[in-house]
Structures are given as C-alpha cells and as structure tokens.
C-alpha cells in the first residue's frame, strides 16, 4: 500500500514568486492535513480537509491557501513568497472521520525562498 | 491553550541502554495522543497512538503510556540500537472539533552510541 506522496521533494522560489505543492494520500483517507516545520517555530498546523471542504485552518496569513479535489488529492498553494516561508511543508492523511486518528505523514516539500 | 512540551531536547546513550522520553501537555482535555518519529530531512514515521481512554500501548521495542491527569505520557525504548538515533516527537489531538490539528512537541533529539 503506497504511503502519502508529497511533489516536489524540494524547490528554491524567490521573494514574491508564488508556489504549488501537492500531495496524494494513502489510498482509500480523505482527510488531509497540512504543516509546515521551521527549526524555530517546529510543526504548525496550516490546515486540514475532509471530503474537498476545509475544515480547520490554523494561525497563518490568507498568502497559505488550500484545496482538496474529489479524489482526495490536496495543494497548498503559497502567495507572495517571503523569506521566512522557507521551510519543510509535510501532508498527513489519516483514514478516519469525526476526529484525526492516526495520521500518516509524506516525506515533505522542503522550500527555499531566496 | 495548549501547549507541549518534550522534555530533554537531546539525548545520548549507549547501544543497549532502556530510556525513556517525557511529553507533557497543558489541556487534559485530549481525544488522543500520538509519538512520531523523524529522521533528518525526512517526514514523520507514526510509532504509537493512545487515544484518551488508553493508558499505554505496546509495539515491539516501543511502550508509551498516558496519564491524562497529569498530563504525562512516556515513550520508553528497550534495548536501544544505533537505528533508533532519531527525533522523537510527541503530538496531542484535543477534544472538540480541531481535526487535523495536532499541536507537537519541539521533539526529543536521541543518539544511541555504538
């Protein structure tokens, strides 16, 4: 059984440019998360959907946007690129549906923003 | 607000040593508590998940327990091997409609010497 795949691994953007990243769960979980992890700051919660709606976000500027298609599938995308976006943004699925359960995390989309 | 803490940041031991690692949570008011484990520039490997009713579980090498009332949970590691250098992280989901959002640790950064 695949795990979460994150696309692309790794990616250097400059100041003002905008990016997309994408990430397949585990086949058969809807609901997707979102984090991004700074050496700072460690994991924060970006935001989570369920069923293509969002249904918790967390404390991060209207730049972090996200959607979730019809196959469970979900992007970030981030506008307006600033330095301190630079960071390790990880995608978790998990199966279940009320509450989070066990969540399975992908390898990451390490950005680097010049 | 809850807030996470791990409890040393780092640790060395040498190969063959039992250890243990301390999470504590502020909100006693949690549906689960999960221990992931991460490598460098790697995504998060999910280890243990004990939900709110639990007070530990067991996978091979690996015990965590949960004391909601104190707000503790330990991961203890028997016979510690080389492959288990790693950061360990501790994550609460808490109760009442905050799907996705499990709020971490800053992780517990573990050497085990040959």
């Known amino acids: 059984k695949a795990g979460v795949t994150q696309t692309p691994r790794y990616l250097i953007k400059t100041r003002g440019q905008q990016v997309t990243l994408s990430c397949s769960p585990i086949?058969?979980?809807?609901?997707v998360s979102w984090y991004q992890q700074t050496p700072g700051q460690g994991l924060q919660f970006l935001f989570e959907?369920?069923?293509?709606?969002?249904?918790n976000k967390g404390n991060f500027p209207g730049r972090f946007s996200g959607r979730q298609f019809s196959n469970s599938r979900s992007e970030m995308n981030v506008s307006t690129l600033e330095l301190g976006d630079s960071a390790l943004y990880l995608c978790?699925?998990?199966?279940?549906?009320?509450?989070?359960?066990?969540?399975?995390f992908g390898e990451g989309s390490r950005l680097t923003v010049l | 607000k809850q807030e996470v803490t791990q409890i040393p940041a780092a640790l060395s031991v040498p190969e063959g040593e039992n250890l243990v690692l301390n999470c504590s949570f502020t909100?006693?008011?949690?549906?689960?508590l999960q221990w992931f484990r991460q490598d460098p520039g790697k995504g998060l490997t999910s280890l243990l998940l004990?939900?709110?009713?639990?007070r530990e579980q067991t996978s091979g090498r690996l015990n965590a327990s949960l004391d909601k009332s104190s707000g503790r949970s330990t991961l203890y590691i028997a016979a510690s091997q080389p492959g288990d250098s790693a950061t360990y992280l501790c994550?609460?989901?808490?109760?009442?409609?905050?799907?996705?959002?499990?709020?971490f640790g800053k992780g517990t950064k573990l050497s085990v010497k040959p």
């Open positions: 978790a699925s998990s199966s279940r549906g009320a509450n989070t359960g066990e969540l399975f």
């Open positions: 004990i939900q709110s009713s639990q």
């Open positions: 086949s058969g979980h809807r609901s």
């Open positions: 994550a609460v989901e808490v109760s009442g409609g905050s799907q996705g959002n499990l709020i």
């Open positions: 959907y369920f069923s293509e709606t969002q249904r």
């Open positions: 909100d006693s008011a949690i549906y689960n």
